[in-house]
């Protein structure tokens, strides 16, 4: 497929590019930083794009089989975060102007305000509380692609947190919801490699189980 990658110079996207390439797919890549991205291919293209414009999206999704996004912003103390939603609704717009319907996107578990009450107490009560800028965010963009995105097969990837760990083979388990519980309803764990994110968001180009739907992973 010819994929365009939001947050590429990211290391969650990063990792997916590489797997991308070496699964055969054509991967443009479209960065505020070009030099930040380390990766190198023939089937790799990597352009300077303003990525809350749709304008300067547009013409580059064109011919591409579908848009996905690793970017990430960082938590703000006093005042809102609005990236998750300005960079969604450009591309949005942009992918409808290039005739792209499939969009990929990750955010996090407990997005949704509530979800954290059964996380253990240093996520409830420190770790969550520090990040709700981000994820109210995350939770704003995944209600915009809920209630105005009828035309797009969009899909929510959710993971745990993240640690800096290639893709393994490690079965992935998932959950429409906001994060994966085990059978007594309590979170099954805390973090996940990012390979094994990009891993799982690379499936998704050939599965239509979660199409149109939010899915919380992580892996056994």
């Known amino acids: ?6 947050g590429a110079t990211g290391q969650t996207g990063q990792n997916l590019v590489r797997q991308a390439l070496q699964q055969g797919h054509m991967v443009t890549a479209l960065v505020r ?11 790799l293209k ?6 809350f414009s749709e304008e300067s999206l547009s013409a ?10 690793c970017l990430g912003f960082s938590p703000a103390f006093f005042s809102y975060i609005t990236g998750y939603t300005d960079s969604m609704k450009a591309a949005v717009n942009a992918m409808r102007q290039a005739k792209v319907n499939r969009v990929i996107a990750m955010t996090s578990w ?3 305000p509530n979800s954290g009450t059964q996380s253990f107490y240093l996520i409830r009560f420190f770790l969550l509380p520090m990040i709700r800028s981000v994820l109210t965010n995350m939770h704003q963009m995944e209600t915009f692609l809920q209630q ?8 929510v990837v959710r993971p745990p947190g ?5 893709a393994s083979a490690k079965e992935f388990l998932t959950h429409e919801g906001y994060f994966v519980p085990d059978s007594s309803g309590y979170p099954v764990g805390n973090s996940v490699g990012r390979g094994d994110v990009a891993r799982f968001m690379l499936s998704l180009l050939n599965s239509n189980t979660w ?6 992973m992580t892996t056994k």
Not at 37 to 43: A, K, R, S
Not at 162 to 166: A, E, I
């Open 110 to 112: 407990y997005t949704e």
């Open 33 to 43: 930083t070009p030099s930040k991205l380390t990766v190198e291919h023939d089937n």
């Open 211 to 216: 199409v149109k739907k939010g899915v919380a």
């Open 60 to 69: 580059h999704f064109k011919d591409h089989d579908a848009v996905i996004s």
């Open 1 to 6: 497929m010819k994929l365009a990658v939001l």
């Open 162 to 166: 993240l640690r800096n760990q290639p």
């Open 148 to 155: 105005n995105c009828d035309d797009i097969n969009w899909t």
């Open 46 to 51: 990597v352009i300077e794009a303003n990525i």
